[in-house]
Nanobody
């Protein structure tokens, strides 16, 4: 069992940067692929970024490419989502997710692939 807790959300103005964190506990974090998803009001949850267990592979949704960086620190059992130049359309609840990969380089882009989810952190970007 893996427990995930997101933090770092808040109300910010457009154009600023924000870093979200997701702290994992319960099992060995380093063998897990991680993903960040978001769900805006009235919309389905969507992938934002994903990263393999070692950090060597990463994926970004087209809507955030160039503005967002996913990274992880396996020694701290934490994955990060660094967001720059935030826009009002980035307003959403951001969730982190984890799935075991047995130290393969895989990462996953879709919700059903992830077994473990955090409760989410709200990011609101005002114009």
């Amino acid at each position: 069992q893996v427990q995930l807790v997101e933090s770092g959300g808040g109300l910010v103005q457009a154009g600023v940067a924000l870093r979200l964190s997701c702290a994992a506990s319960g099992r060995t974090f380093s063998g897990y692929a991680m993903g960040w998803f978001r769900q805006a009001p009235g919309k389905e949850r969507e992938i934002v970024a994903a990263i393999s267990w070692s950090g060597s592979n990463a994926y970004y949704a087209d809507s955030v490419k160039g503005r967002i960086t996913i990274s992880r620190d396996n020694a701290k059992n934490t994955v990060y989502l660094q967001m720059h130049s935030l826009k009002p359309e980035d307003t959403a609840v951001y969730y982190c997710a984890a799935e075991r990969t047995d130290y393969s380089g895989r990462l996953f882009y879709t919700e059903p692939k992830y077994r473990y989810w955090g409760q989410g952190t709200q990011v609101t970007v005002s114009s």
